[in-house]
């Protein structure tokens, strides 16, 4: 059942922290332990949602070195999302959106496993922590203030996570499907940084969720009680109001998706992996370089565009985009660094991400545009 | 000459690049004793910051491994001299710069920030921002690999930049994008790619700066592509003076077409003052004045109604000594001799001689757009660069006018 955020908020504060699984939204202040949110509660071996916790998946989700994702919404009663079609869900207050990070265990303690596929240890409710590394569990909040993102980083054993809003650098090593191992030097973003992202527009610099738009989340999942359209599933909850017929709503690409046209693919990669910063009005409106889904065909797209301000973010390439050159494009040397004074998304990436590259790569060198040189 | 379709701003830049990466420069500061706790103290200092606080940084040596970031207003950020508070960022494991600030009534002062991945200090969109007494340095001295930009400011309105230090960038030392109303003031910049640039910023006073060691000491430009194209830029009672670094920059960038030697450059930029400067012993030519024509752009790539054409340009009053003696490739090499012959100096003003004829009323140029060059004894050649660089000519003469003083900038600051 869903609780009344100020009774909740009550509770919390007459129990003096005690865990509970009874997600709360909390008005303000910092609460120290992800647990006080209640979205989820873990006791070393399993992670369980709590009860009108739903978890969700992107159609294409933002790399962050290879770590897996669980996302959650979560709203207080009497209150839903209004359904837009362009923009992110217009949530409420009250609203609570989780994303908790996690690994595949390697064998040595610093070790984390590179897969594609889904994690061993998914559950529809949760997460089977048996062979599992929890990293951290990112929490939004939308207050009467506006949202607030926190970073709870998960102890040792597993059972809950303390917040570190300075964040934290925490050296692992990534072992690849063939056994190659590279160092992982995994940024916790502290809680100013989550605004390097979530702050998609530079100028009213108010932060948002960047992830529960339409176009992104416009799939099935896997629920406990059976697969169903994660939309309509929100809509059932009582957690969204006004959605049109399903079949009228967006749907990004799914970038893996070979059955979908290439450029889809690749425009759903960059949209949700460079335009919270590179669209008209973002911190990365600098560049002149727009990666946003709707950003027509041209030099703002990075086609035959000199770079601005890249810096070493050049690589020695002259335009962002060479059509029919990836090896000449900036926009794939920004993805194949790991430099961090040079590599792109700015923050969140450590190491490569090779399907990424793989797709850019085949999408710029299938263009036919020619850039015409003057002098 | 040879007439290379090529650019030629560009030349030499292969050659010099690779003759640095093959020094050893000196070698970065030891952090053995660096304060590493610091770091969260700071950055919690940053994240709880509220309009009106001042941020104290002790005196010390402190180490971070990652970015720091202010995104509240009205916050005040103070160390205790540029020598005394150093936050240096040589195991820096992430983020693009050294400290970002996303934030307006900002001010920041006496303190160093050291060996960034990045940029050193930039302040992404924001009004009424100072930044006073400062030192931004890469402790190896130039390397490609240094970080882009040591102070920069884009996107913002009211800046002050004062009495504050850049060295070892390899784009700009000192860079001003995208801004309004700026004075950048008593600064010190040396051997970055470029000393001091203003780009795409609509009024700014440049003045009583020394650029000196860089590849190109103070430049003025506009790039396609942006929200703004620039205008209005005064540079005034600067010391620019051998600005001879071979270009370290990244190919691609707009500062990799800068020869080693440039004192003040202006490209593509309108209204533009340059007077009572001393200008010396900058190897290629003591100013250059250009149009993105010369840098390798293409031309599918620049919105329509982008203006690469310099105009509106004054240069009168500078004392000018040396320099113009040996340019930087043989392009340019090619060109001294041809103007000046082996022995001689390529005159004080260089311009690639690209020029909007439609903009011509009865062949002839109005007043308010040309390039005006009243100093004395220095003299100005047309590369003739829309020509393949056939024929270029000692035009001197034909440039002799004058142009209106353009306003000084007035700050908003409440305590500039």
Known sequence: MRWLPALCALLLVACGGQQTARPSFIAEGNPPALSDWGMMISNGRTLTLSEGVLPYDLNTPLFSDYAHKQRTIWMPDGVAAGYREGEVL?????????????YPRGEAADEVLQTTTQAPGWRADGLDLADIRLVETRVLVHRETGWVALPYIWNEAQTDAVLQRAGDLQHLTLVSED?????????????????GCHAINNTTRQIQPIGPAARHINRDYAYAAGSQNQLVALSEA????????IEQAPQAAVYTDTAAALNDRARSYLDINCAHCHNPVGPADTSGLHLNADAPEGPNL???????????????RRFGIQPGHPEESILVYRLEITDPGSLMPELGRSVRHEEGIALITEWIARMETQCRTAG | MKTHHTAWLGAGLGLAGLALAGCSGPAERDLASADRD???QLIEQLIDAQPGDVIEIPEGVFAFDRSLSLTVDGVTIRGQGADRTILSFQDQAQGAEGLLVTASDFTIENLAIEDTVGDGLKVNEGENIIIRGIRVEWTNGP???????????????NVLVEDSIAIGAADAGIYVGQSRNVVVRRNRAERNVAGIEIENTIGADVYENVATENTGGILVFNMPNLPQPGYWTRVYNNHVFANNTGNFGHEGTPVASIPAGSGIVVNSNDQVEIFDNQISD?????????????TGYSDYAVQQDFDPYPEGIHIHGNAFSGGGNNPDGLDLQGLKLVVAGPLGRMPDVLWDGYYDASKEVDGVMPA?????????EAGLVNADGPNGYANPSIVTEAHQCSLDPLPAVELALANP
Not at chain 1, 90 to 102: A, L, Q, R, S
Not at chain 2, 143 to 157: E, K, L, R
Not at chain 2, 282 to 294: D, F, K, V
């Open chain 2, 143 to 157: 390397d490609t690999n240094n970080g882009a930009y040591g102070i920069y400011p884009v996107q913002t309105t």
């Open chain 2, 38 to 40: 610091y770091q969260s």
């Open chain 1, 179 to 195: 056994g190659g191992r590279q160092p992982l030097p995994y940024a916790v973003p502290n809680a100013n940084q989550c605004a």
């Open chain 2, 282 to 294: 900058n190897r290629t030519a003591n100013i250059i004045i250009s149009s993105l024509h010369s």
């Open chain 1, 238 to 245: 009582g957690y969204l109001e006004g959605l049109p017929a």
């Open chain 1, 90 to 102: 217009d949530f409420p207050v009250g609203t609570v959106i989780t994303k908790t990070f996690y």
């Open chain 1, 302 to 316: 990075g086609l035959c565009k000199l770079p601005i301000a890249a810096g070493g973010g050049t690589g020695g």
């Open chain 2, 368 to 376: 308010e757009l040309r390039i005006c060059l009243e100093n004395g």
